[in-house]
């Protein structure tokens, strides 16, 4: 059974930083995992991804921004936001699918297993 848990949210001041943390079970090496955010009157948007093939990919709106990482032996994925903006505020959700390599452009219901969220809320 896989199970996605995040940890990590919470409040800063718009320029701070925050690191959200997903640490998956269940999940096989061969996955495509990352990070979507929700925030209200808006659609679920891909933040940034990470294939087995160690390709990743951003929005362009996070590029230059945040970094997505895995550590394999603790099988616990990483999101790293810096200069976090106002407009970064959402529920952010840890997700994967068990495949390899990462949809080019990913929509909600490509992935089969999702995290519980994790708030993140930046104050200007």
């Known amino acids: 059974q896989v199970q996605l848990v995040e940890s990590g949210g919470g409040s800063v001041q718009a320029g701070g930083s925050l690191r959200l943390s997903c640490a998956a079970s269940?999940?096989?090496?061969?996955?495509?995992m990352g990070w979507f955010r929700q925030s209200p009157g808006k659609e679920s948007e891909a933040v940034a991804l990470l294939a087995s093939t160690g390709d990743t990919t951003y929005a362009d709106s996070v590029k230059g921004r945040f970094t997505i990482s895995k550590d394999d032996a603790r099988n616990t994925l990483y999101l790293v936001m810096n200069s976090l903006k106002p407009e970064d505020t959402a529920i952010y959700y840890c997700v994967a699918r068990a495949f390899n390599r990462c949809p080019y452009t990913p929509a909600p219901h490509m992935f089969s297993y999702w995290g519980q969220g994790t708030q993140v809320t930046v104050s200007s």
């Open positions: 269940g999940i096989t090496s061969a996955t495509c």
